[in-house]
């Protein structure tokens, strides 16, 4: 409450920074810069309150600057700042493990930690392919991911991943033995759809078509993102990730679940395999692992990958991945208090909660004629609007602007708009962003 809101920086103070995922030029034209943040708001240099619709980066799931968090985390610091996960440990690191087993589905109660959504998708994809050669089926190094997928920004989430622009600069580094299944964006068949579309289960018979075409015998595992975010809220139709789930079953081909969006409570329960009935057998996890206070990712894994690898001399080390930072005494500690938050606060299932309230606001906005699509799930929406002839993406960032411009910020990926609010909304909360939003949709050409 009490921090410096200090001045715009002078334009040639931002030149060193090159931003991610940005327009740079555009932004250091007109920086939108943010200078600190608590509840429900962030506010910026000038001193405006800006209410938060999309939890920071889909991530500050229990709102900002948590006490509890910032207390945990410096008492760590202040305790023991770093520790090597590699031949040693700390304590926190088990509890965390243990405490996330606790909420993870059925039969996930192995768990291996990264820094990031992007470490966990390529620590999944490692995994699943030294699975199967660990238990004498080396030939399955085939990975299968979808359309307008993402799974960030490591070679192998890009490799799996379905989004043009993240793929096309880097296409002749792509790993090699990777296909994809259809995506399950239909607005032909389920525009205006509340909740789960009824239409498109079938495509995840596509798989059968794709390991008819490779053989089972050298795919090594299915990923999917039970929900899709960052292609603009992308919806699994009815029954389709159970089909999914059948036919790797039949093909003894793993299935990962990329959670690091829907995981800690987005979509009514702590993890979107719960809500959908379908449990995979690998899941990767981040963003509101520690509500964003300190970067940290996890794998889970079912017992049979695990104990796959736990064979040869006890000595031996079984799989020859980690990183540095791997189970951060910080990060432990972020994630610990941000349990506790979730749980004392019941935020793991507000979702659940709100999703009537929140599916009548956000269906609201529709009736401007360029609102061709409304999608929604829990704590999820995404409002598409028609792009401008020749200028894909243009509209949607120019609504973006007007909404940051009045008081809320929304993510803008093409001309798709998409809202995941802090798990602490509140109904009077809900109304603002969908009424700034839909003010900003009218007054938009």
């Known amino acids: 409450m009490n921090a410096r809101i200090t001045p715009d920086p002078a334009p040639?103070?931002?030149?060193?920074?090159?931003?991610?995922?940005?327009?740079?030029?555009?932004?250091?034209?007109?920086?939108?810069?943010?200078?600190?943040?608590?509840?429900?708001?962030?506010?910026?240099?000038?001193?405006?309150q800006v209410l938060d619709a999309v939890a920071g980066l889909w991530c500050v799931n229990a709102g900002h600057s948590r006490r509890e968090i910032t207390e945990a985390v410096a008492q760590q610091l202040s305790t023991m700042e770093y520790a090597p996960a590699f031949q040693m440990g700390h304590p926190s690191a088990f509890e965390l493990a243990n405490r996330l087993v606790e909420i993870a589905p059925p039969g996930m109660d192995r768990v291996f930690f990264t820094n990031s959504g992007s470490e966990s998708v390529d620590t999944a994809l490692k995994i699943a392919i030294a699975y199967h050669r660990a238990r004498g089926q080396g030939q399955r190094t085939r990975l299968?991911?979808?359309?307008?997928g993402y799974h960030g920004v490591g070679f192998g989430g890009m490799s799996v991943g379905g989004m043009v622009n993240n793929r096309k600069f880097f296409?002749?580094?792509?790993?090699?033995?990777?296909d994809h299944l259809p995506h399950t964006l239909d607005i032909g068949h389920n525009a205006f759809t509340r909740g789960l579309p009824h239409w498109g289960m079938h495509l995840?018979?596509?798989?059968?078509?794709?390991?008819?075409?490779?053989?089972?015998?050298?795919?090594?595992?299915?990923?999917?993102?039970?929900?899709?975010?960052?292609?603009?809220?992308?919806?699994?139709?009815?029954?389709?990730?159970?089909?999914?789930?059948?036919i790797c079953d039949k093909h003894d081909i793993l299935l990962i679940f990329d959670e690091v969006i829907t995981g800690f409570g987005r979509v009514g329960k702590p993890f979107a395999a719960q809500v959908f009935d379908v449990t995979p057998d690998l899941m990767t996890s981040a963003k509101g692992l520690t509500n964003g206070a300190i970067p940290m990712g996890a794998v889970f894994a079912q017992r049979k990958i695990y104990d796959a690898f736990m064979q040869g001399p006890e000595n031996a080390i079984e799989l020859f991945h980690g990183y540095t930072y791997s189970a951060h005494p910080a990060a432990c500690a972020a994630a610990l208090a941000a349990l506790d938050v979730y749980k004392r606060e019941g935020l793991l299932c507000r979702a659940a909660e709100l999703a009537p309230t929140w599916e009548e606001a956000v269906h609201s906005i529709r009736g401007p004629s360029n609102v061709i699509d409304i999608r929604n799930f829990g704590l999820i929406g995404a409002v598409e609007l028609e792009p401008r002839p020749g200028k894909p993406g243009a509209r949607g960032f120019d609504v973006f602007l007007k909404c940051f411009e009045r008081g809320v910020?929304?993510?803008?990926?093409?001309?798709?708009?998409?809202?995941?609010?802090?798990?602490?909304?509140?109904?009077?909360?809900?109304?603002?962003?969908?009424?700034?939003?839909?003010?900003?949709?009218?007054?938009?050409?």
Do not use: C
């Not at 327009?23 to 708001?41: D, I, S, V, Y």
């Not at 929304?410 to 939003?437: H, M, Y």
């Open 171 to 178: 296409a002749a580094a792509l790993l090699p033995s990777v």
């Open 12 to 48: 040639t103070h931002l030149d060193a920074f090159w931003m991610p995922f940005t327009a740079n030029r555009q932004f250091k034209g007109n920086p939108r810069l943010l200078t600190r943040a608590e509840g429900m708001h962030y506010w910026t240099a000038d001193g405006r």
């Open 144 to 148: 299968i991911g979808r359309e307008k």
């Open 409 to 445: 910020m929304v993510r803008v990926t093409g001309d798709t708009i998409a809202l995941s609010p802090p798990l602490i909304v509140e109904e009077k909360q809900i109304a603002q962003i969908v009424e700034t939003l839909a003010g900003a949709i009218r007054d938009t050409a």
């Open 204 to 246: 995840a018979n596509e798989l059968e078509r794709l390991i008819a075409l490779h053989d089972a015998s050298n795919i090594a595992a299915v990923i999917v993102e039970p929900i899709a975010g960052s292609a603009g809220v992308v919806l699994p139709p009815l029954g389709y990730l159970k089909r999914l789930r059948e």
